[in-house]
């Protein structure tokens, strides 16, 4: 099961996110929820370190957490805030489709 944590400050602002253990779904190289939940989140850090931020992020075998900063300046956590509720719809709709491969939750 892939557990993804979503990161959240005492406001309910969306921190970043953290990622826990391999969906189990096919063999690796094969297994397209793993992919998926992947692919967005390596495209949420790029997206972030290109347009606006620095997040502090770490990834291995079956882990990753990326974390943005509290001292973003406003226009740019504008664009963070975007990104990061974007790929949060996107870990939903993986969720919604293999449940019993993805769980969802938010820390604060």
Not at 35 to 52: F, H, K
Not at 62 to 74: A, F
Not at 91 to 97: A, C, G, T, Y
Request: glycine share 8%; proline share 2%; net charge neutral.
């Amino acid at each position: 099961m892939i557990n993804i944590n979503i990161v959240e400050d005492k406001f309910g602002v969306v921190q970043g996110f953290k990622i826990c253990g391999h969906s189990g779904y096919a063999e690796s190289g094969s297994d397209i929820v793993c992919a998926a939940v992947s692919a967005l989140a390596y495209a949420a850090v790029g997206a972030i370190e290109d347009m606006c931020a620095k997040p502090l992020w770490k990834a291995s075998d079956g882990y990753m957490e990326c974390i943005v900063p509290n001292d973003v300046r406003k226009n740019s956590r504008d664009v963070v805030d975007t990104i990061l509720n974007t790929i949060i719809v996107g870990f939903k709709q993986i969720e919604l489709s293999y449940s019993k491969y993805v769980k969802i939750k938010r820390n604060t």
